[in-house]
Nanobody
Framework: QVQLVESGGGLVQTGGSLRLSCAAS????????MGWYRQAPGKQRELVAG???????NYADSVKGRFTISRDNGKKMVYLQMNSLKSEDTAVYYC???????????????WGQGTQVTVSS
């Protein structure tokens, strides 16, 4: 019913930048909160940043001041601008969204397949 597809990951040197994008598609009536999580090898998945429909944002302490989340409601997309990347930012990054599909009155949480970000020193 709903697909989330991330793009923009890759290999970057320490101090570099990447911009992740996530496109939502399907029988979408409305999208509520959207966000980015990441999971490094051997670690639990953690919240990186979240954004509400109205544009309110929250960030993990480890990325504050370096990462910026944004969204385009018309295009059903969410972005993550990552600057001053560090080796500890290396992880698979996942997009997530709370989506209301046509014919439903409740939102459901969906996840993308993930995109690899590798920061080399």
């Amino acid at each position: 019913q709903v697909q989330l597809v991330e793009s923009g990951g890759g290999l970057v040197q320490t101090g570099g930048s990447l911009r992740l994008s996530c496109a939502a598609s399907g029988i979408i009536y409305n999208i509520h909160d959207m966000g980015w999580y990441r999971q490094a090898p051997g670690k639990q998945r953690e919240l990186v940043a979240g954004i509400t429909t109205g544009g309110s944002t929250n960030y993990a302490d480890s990325v504050k001041g370096r990462f910026t989340i944004s969204r385009d409601n018309g295009k059903k997309m969410v972005y993550l601008q990552m600057n001053s990347l560090k080796s500890e930012d290396t992880a698979v990054y996942y997009c997530t969204a709370d989506v209301v599909v046509y014919g439903s009155s409740r939102s459901r949480n969906y996840w993308g397949q993930g995109t690899q970000v590798t920061v080399s020193s």
